[in-house]
């Protein structure tokens, strides 16, 4: 059986040999760069491992015979035990290339594990490229492809489940879990992979703690559901009306504006050439009617200026302009470039770390490094957006009620809906797009088959809301959109410390002050009740007060830290306050105040 063939890997290849043969083995390993680098080296290489190892012995004195006594007994649908045992016997008897690249393809006992090194993923194209050929008949004469290689995970649990905050499912292998990549013929389900482990397992020697409790198996294909067609459909009709309103932007109305333009030069001679004939009344006369005909030429009906707002070549003209307006404060979006590339630096280590092989040693050599804190305090980078967020609603709301006249005069309705309408319409489409497509995306060990927080979205009208920070991670849908919910709600008190800042400088303070003591109480109060730790970093297999006493010693640390206050606005207000502030002290200035360095 295949699956025994990783035991041998894992235990009586790397010590029943003992140190001769390992030395044996590195002395054959050094020869390989004396091998050419083409399709035959692989086959060298298994064959002087073959040779160090005895490795077909193994298989057939470990593998084969006790998998033959006790096959009847296991759990295994009858197709799938047929098939393991013909790829069994190619790789024992006929040592056939396809079984042999199955074979390769598991995960093997890795070093370091010691070190965080559990991902036992093996090799992931090299399985699902595998055609197994059997062949019927005495002389081996027909060959058929009955299954092709397919790759499964399984986790074993080392303790109790950890789970990354959001991504907890049925079909989900908790991050702590040792992953064993598996190669196996393709008529095998999940429930007989998950067997034919704990099988394997058994057979180690005092093994009473590693059982295999997850098997997840990548599909050769995944149909389209409604959802999907329903998507494709959307973007495909989108992508149709974009390109109609680029091609009338284009063709038509760029056209006709060159047309007019040169249209009024030649009216601009016409005119002048009749007044110095001294007809001044017929060339104004003139003049005036070409000018009312031009004017209704170049401007488009209601539908043609629908259709220009899908235009690509207006539109992306605007998003690539470079130029700024009166006003506007441009030092902004480079506090934002800086800001975004901080967020994604910190993701980019906090993502790989599931996926790393030296976790441990990592993560303990990096953290006495000052220069490293940036990346562990990346999470600061978000207070960043909070705070202009804050400085541009202050700052472009105050100018609003000077210019209406007062609080009275300015339609809070539209302060509102404004804002409600920029966002919400294309952050349904993105959660839409999101849940229908994200599992046709790609594929792979790490891929999730079931769609990215598909269980999750089913409450996804809590994000239209924004209210979704005020859920738990594993019932909300997109969890990084706690940002927009805290923005949101932040915006919708604002007027509390803008009114205020408009009408007095003083009560505008005073108002500022009362939400900053809001958010230093709440804080600290919920800091100290529920034991939290001082930032996401440290919260890693910290537990938290509720599970002190437990045995349980997950991630409950980081899970609190994140559901009650990472993502609540009543402590995270902060940075927008002081961004409201740094507004109005902008708008009285006229943002010309200049600080000497």
Known sequence: MLLKGVLMLLLVVSSSEGTGTYWKAINHVSNL?????????????????????????????????????????????RICLQHLNATLRAVTV????????????????????????????????????????????????????PFKGRYCTTGIPTGPPVFVPGDVGSNTIPVNDIRLGLCVPSTCCEKDITALINYTLALIPGNSRLQA????????????????????????VLSVVVLLGTLYDMLVLHELHRYCSV??????????????????????????????????ATEPGLGARILVSFSLYTNA?????????????????????????????????????????????????????????AVVNATVAVDTFFLLSGLLVSYLGLKQLNRVGGVRNLNWAMFYFHRFW????????????????????????????????????????????????????????VLWSWYLANDMQFYMVSPLMLIPLYISGVYGLMSCLAFLTICLVST???????????????????????????????????????????????????????????????????????MKL
């Open 317 to 373: 003209s605007k998003l690539l302009s470079t130029r700024s307006q009166a006003g506007n404060l441009g030092c902004v979006n480079g506090i934002r470039f800086f800001s975004i590339s901080w967020v994604i630096l910190g993701h980019s280590y906090a993502f790989s770390l599931y996926q790393s092989r030296n976790v441990f040693p990592f993560i303990s050599s990096q953290l006495q490094t000052w220069s490293f804190m």
């Open 94 to 145: 006929y040592q056939e290339r396809w079984a042999l690249s199955m074979l390769d393809a598991i995960g093997k006992l890795p070093n370091g594990i010691l070190n965080g090194n559990i991902l036992l993923m093996g090799d992931y194209e090299e399985c699902v490229n595998v055609t197994a050929t059997l062949y019927d008949g005495p002389n081996r004469t027909h060959p058929t492809h």
């Open 524 to 594: 600290g109060a919920i800091s100290t009740i529920e034991n939290l730790p001082m930032g996401l970093i440290e919260g890693i297999n910290l537990p938290s007060a509720n599970t002190q006493n437990s045995s349980d010693n997950g991630n409950n640390g980081i899970s609190d830290y994140f559901d009650d206050y990472y993502i609540k606005p009543y402590t995270r207000i902060g940075p927008y306050v002081i961004g409201m502030l740094l507004g109005y002290w902008l708008y009285k200035t006229n943002g010309k105040k200049h």
């Open 213 to 236: 409790n997850i098997t997840v198996c990548q599909k050769d294909s995944l149909p389209w559901d409604t959802k999907a067609i329903a998507a494709m459909v959307f973007c495909g």
């Open 33 to 77: 760069r004396k091998i050419n680098l083409e399709k035959e080296m692989s086959f060298s290489a298994l064959e002087m491992l073959n040779e160090s190892f005895n490795f077909k012995a193994y298989l057939e004195k470990f593998i084969v015979q006790s998998f033959t006594d006790s096959a009847e007994s296991l759990p295994v649908s």
């Open 422 to 477: 920029r966002l919400t319409p294309a952050y349904g489409l993105f959660i839409f797009l999101y849940v229908s497509l994200t599992r046709y995306y790609g594929n792979g060990p790490f891929w999730p088959q079931g769609g990215s927080e598909y269980k999750e979205c089913q409450g996804w009208w809590m994000n239209l809301l924004y209210i979704n920070n005020f859920f738990k991670p594993e019932k909300t849908c």
């Open 263 to 296: 249209s009024k030069i030649e009216d601009g001679e016409e005119v002048t050439k009749l007044l110095a004939e001294g007809n001044s009344d017929s060339g104004d006369s003139y003049g005036t009617h070409n000018k009312t005909h031009v004017q209704n």
